[in-house]
């Protein structure tokens, strides 16, 4: 069953505003066992509204809309639906006691003049919306279904999952939805055209036979996502890990499965009881918000030192001021000693630390933007290393702690 999301606002198209609804939808669609099979952005502008629901209509069976319907001027996304299926705008005592009670969820009367919410297109039928003002309308016509929701995330998203899906599961018979997983097979440190044309030639055509395959390069790795039925994940998830185990990828691999890199840290470290802490200076405190996000961390993450100055590095964490003098904050020397002092201050059973320069000032030939010393600690062993990155401020912060999370990792996995 293949279904279609139009995105309605020049908010989006302009840059103003970022579409997440796109996003969530792919996700949570391929989760029920539906395909969505396009999705197109449109100004607010009934020419293109009534284009793409045109297309849509024709190749998919199930069409979403989000946005156009609040009380704005620009908002035309019921007047372009009544025209296309040629119906009128129409009011009636349902629909004003279904606008009155959302008003009165959130404590506010509602004034009929202020807005057309309880307008609709004859046919139509007006749905519920848990987290708004504006409420959704659904369409089924000639074996096809249409819903349209409002563009705010929240309001589309709990609309589409508690109001929508129902409606879609009574409509369609259960033969039509085909429910997936996604098994990914989670890479560091190869590219994707090594990968596919030099480690493992054959690869993608062996992944073809078990799944449905794609390959998402990301900052510092590679993913290869598989979709698999529901009912076969199981047995094809096997088949594909021991593919992967049998080949030269297998090296590269750090995870199967679907957790992002702070969360598999902290699922590993709780198995494991171990601790971990952080001594952050150029990433500012940036790797510890990855982790404390995860649910649980609590019980593995004792802190983090941010010392950002060097006087923060010598007073608290340790740091030799001759080691400063000699070898420079953004050194190997000086990661070593930041780890060292950030275990030891944090009573933690692994310590990493970053230093280094995020730019776009403060570099040298000798020491360029995007370098950074790396430095772990951990009873068996305490080293560092320098890197070198490229990108701007904000994504040279995010290569650097990525790269501190994966030195963790492999820390965790040798305990």
């Not at 279609?4 to 796109?22: H, P, S, V």
């Not at 005592?93 to 009155?100: A, D, H, P, V």
């Not at 030269?248 to 992002?260: C, F, H, I, T």
């Not at 990661?335 to 230093?355: P, Q, V, Y």
Request: proline share 3%; with cysteine.
């Amino acid at each position: 069953m293949l279904a279609a999301l139009i995105i309605i606002g020049d908010e989006i198209l302009t840059g103003r505003t970022q579409d997440l609804n796109g996003y969530w939808l792919a996700d949570y669609l391929t989760k029920v066992g539906i395909e969505l099979n396009k999705i197109i952005i449109v100004h607010d502008s009934e020419k293109e509204i009534h284009h793409a629901l045109s297309s849509c209509m024709q190749s998919c069976d199930i069409v979403f809309t989000s946005g156009g319907l609040g009380p704005t001027r620009d908002d035309i996304t019921k007047n372009v639906l009544a025209k296309f299926f040629d119906k009128e705008l129409i009011s009636d005592q349902e629909s004003t006691n279904l606008i009155t009670k959302l008003y009165e969820k959130f404590d506010r009367q509602w004034t009929p003049e202020l807005n057309d919410y309880h307008y609709y297109p004859k046919d139509f039928k007006l749905t519920d919306n848990l987290n708004g003002f504006a409420p959704g309308l659904s369409f089924f016509q000639n074996g096809k279904a249409l819903f349209s929701a409002p563009g705010v995330p929240r309001e589309f998203q709990s609309m589409v999952e508690n109001i929508f899906l129902p409606m879609i599961k009574d409509h369609f018979s259960s033969d039509d939805f085909h429910p997936t997983q996604l098994f990914a097979i989670r890479t560091k440190g190869i590219p994707e055209e090594r990968i596919f044309k030099e480690v493992c030639p054959n690869l993608w055509d062996q992944l073809s036979s078990i799944a449905k395959v794609s390959s998402l390069p990301h900052l510092l790795g590679v993913d290869i996502v598989l979709y698999i039925e529901q009912s076969k994940f199981e047995k094809k998830s096997s088949d594909a890990k021991k593919l992967i185990e049998e080949s030269a990828l297998a090296q590269y691999v750090w995870q199967y499965g679907n957790l992002e890199l702070a969360e598999y840290i902290v699922t590993l470290c709780r198995e494991k009881n171990l601790t971990v802490g952080f001594a952050e200076s150029c990433t500012g405190g940036l790797t510890s918000s990855k982790i404390t996000d995860i649910s649980g961390s609590s019980s593995i993450f004792n802190g983090a030192i941010v010392s950002y100055a060097n006087e923060v590095k010598e007073n608290i964490l340790g740091v030799k001021r001759q080691t400063l003098i000699d070898h420079g904050a953004v050194s190997e020397q000086c990661a070593l000693e930041m780890a060292i002092g950030a275990r030891k201050a944090l009573a933690t059973d692994l310590a990493i630390s970053f230093t280094g320069i995020a730019g776009p000032t403060g570099g040298s030939e000798q020491k360029p933007v995007g370098t950074v010393g790396i430095g772990w600690s951990c009873e068996k062993e305490s080293s560092s290393e320098v890197l070198n990155f490229r990108g701007n401020r904000t994504s040279l912060k995010e290569r650097f702690s990525r790269a501190g999370l994966f030195k963790l990792l492999e820390l965790i996995m040798k305990h």
